[in-house]
């Protein structure tokens, strides 16, 4: 049986969409879930979308998320070189060969003569079609213009025998399509750059790709790449196009849009881990209910048959809940130093940074949510002394008072604060000293210490990350509130 070789061949624009990321995963998961290879190759030869280092970014996410290709430009490999840009004189040499073959002509045509068909197409009120009159040029009086300077492209050439031309894709079955529609597309131009319709099938011939991985958008010109392949005598490779990646159910997901790319949401403190799980489940549906995947996991599991010809609608809480999972399935020390970099922009008072983990590691969905969360640690904020007064927890002016006093007494006779384990242990008996409910103890002296109405971790955690100085300050703080305060 032929190893399995799959590629990713994405253009270098900018940052990598989310859709995007999810074919590369496919394709790596197609081909390492047989033992084949995973190839990436740069596909640069549109020179007019380029933008400056977004082949490093291609190169940081697929490394980042464990997408390690076994040959690509910075690998090397017997197939290479890698980038299109660098194959030239290969596209050129086979865009010769295909003309001799008659699977493509050269075109002479201006834009002016196209605008003009597509103006009559649009008086008509018929669909526009290019004509090519070039058909009618023999191949040595257009070698003969190409001698005198003429500029020109290279057309591909449909044959039009027979109404219709059909293949096989692995996910939407025998696709049929009619051959009027397809339009002689441009297979290189006139800077002598190849067209995605042209050096993709060449470069995925000679780099022996056996599975092509892509967008259902596909699906109507495949025919045209095929007829390369069938001109030159070369064999087709499997097809496995996807449906498309939805931010709702009109529109499709687009960082022409605004949507997040996956670096957006790398920055916003998603993990990168998370996103691949989330993104795998956006078309593919495992044979069982189990949802959190490791990449190797993924690898065993995935078949191209659980593929969906549906589109998957992005569902930013599903990431965001399946990013707490994997939170939480942390050590404590490795979600400390992942929380790290928020710490050190967000706390600038010396505090036992490992315990605010602890508290947050149950409570954050997304790193991001940090700053947010602990901004009370460095500064008490203003806050209304109602907020002190809570139905569920059967709190009055009274009640809190005595908590607070209570608190304080607890704090004042601890002389070693660094043991947060007593500081705690004396906090969760003043309920029954005082023979309250915990709510009506631990509310009042959470909403002191805090200033806040929600916050990672209560009254037993905070006392101790604030210090006893700053504690019984903000505790004092909240008495003054309180003996002030006149219901209405």
């Not at 061949?9 to 990598?16: N, R």
């Not at 690998?75 to 001799?100: C, H, M, N, T, W």
């Not at 995947?293 to 593929?307: D, G, N, P, V």
């Not at 508290?359 to 949510?369: C, F, K, S, T």
């Amino acid at each position: 049986m032929k190893k399995i070789r799959t590629r990713f061949a994405p253009s270098p624009t900018g940052y990598m969409h989310i859709g995007n990321l999810r074919t590369a995963l496919y394709e790596y998961l197609v081909a390492k879930g047989s033992g084949g290879d995973f190839v990436l190759r740069i596909e640069d030869t549109d020179q007019s979308r380029l933008v400056e280092g977004a082949i490093d970014i291609i190169y940081d996410t697929l490394n980042s998320v464990g997408l390690n290709y076994d040959e690509g430009p910075d690998k090397g490999g017997k197939f290479g070189p890698y980038v299109q840009s660098e194959r030239l004189s290969i596209y050129k040499d086979y865009a010769e060969k295909l003309i001799d073959l008659s699977g493509a002509h050269y075109c002479f045509c201006s834009e002016d003569d196209i605008q003009a068909q597509r103006d009559e197409a649009e008086r008509a009120g018929t669909p526009f079609k290019f004509r090519d009159p070039c058909h009618g040029i023999t191949l040595a009086e257009a070698r003969a213009c190409i001698q005198s300077g003429q500029s020109f492209v290279v057309r591909q050439t449909i044959q039009l025998e027979g109404d219709k031309t059909t293949y096989h894709d692995e996910v939407y079955g025998d696709i049929e399509v009619d051959r009027d529609i397809l339009d002689e597309s441009i297979l290189m131009k006139s800077d002598g750059y190849p067209t995605y319709n042209f050096c993709n099938v060449v470069d995925d011939h000679l780099m022996e790709i056996t599975h092509v991985v892509r967008g259902n958008e596909y699906l109507s010109s495949t025919p045209k790449y095929n007829m390369i392949y069938d001109s030159f005598g070369w064999d087709r490779p499997s097809y496995i196009h996807l449906p498309p990646v939805m931010k709702d159910e009109q529109h499709k997901l687009s960082k022409r849009n605004g949507d997040a790319s996956f670096q957006d949401l790398v920055a916003k403190g998603y993990l990168g881990a998370a996103i691949l799980n989330y993104i795998a489940l956006l078309g593919w549906s495992p044979e069982t209910e189990q949802e959190i995947y490791t990449l190797e996991e993924l690898t065993k599991a995935f078949h191209i048959s659980r593929i969906s010809k549906s589109p998957a609608i992005f569902d930013i809480e599903k990431l965001k809940w399946m990013n707490g999972m994997y939170l939480r399935a942390m050590t404590v020390a490795e979600f400390n130093t992942l929380c790290l970099p928020y710490y050190m922009s967000s706390i600038q008072r010396q505090c036992d940074l490992m315990e605010v983990s602890k508290i947050l590691q149950p409570r954050v969905n997304i790193l991001g949510e940090i700053p947010e969360m602990v901004d009370f640690i460095d500064v008490l904020p203003e806050y209304d002394v109602t907020m002190f007064f809570h139905k569920k927890m059967k709190t009055d002016k009274d009640i809190c008072l005595r908590a607070l006093h209570a608190s304080l007494d607890v704090y004042e006779a601890i002389s070693d604060w660094t043991s947060v384990h007593e500081l705690q242990e004396r906090l969760s008996k003043l309920p029954e000293f005082m023979q309250l409910k915990n709510g009506q103890v631990y509310w009042p002296i959470r909403t002191a210490v805090t200033g806040k109405q929600f916050t990672p971790g209560g009254a037993l955690e905070i006392p101790y990350i604030l210090g006893k100085e700053e504690t019984i300050h903000r505790t004092n703080v909240a008495i003054s509130k309180l003996e002030a305060y006149q219901p209405i």
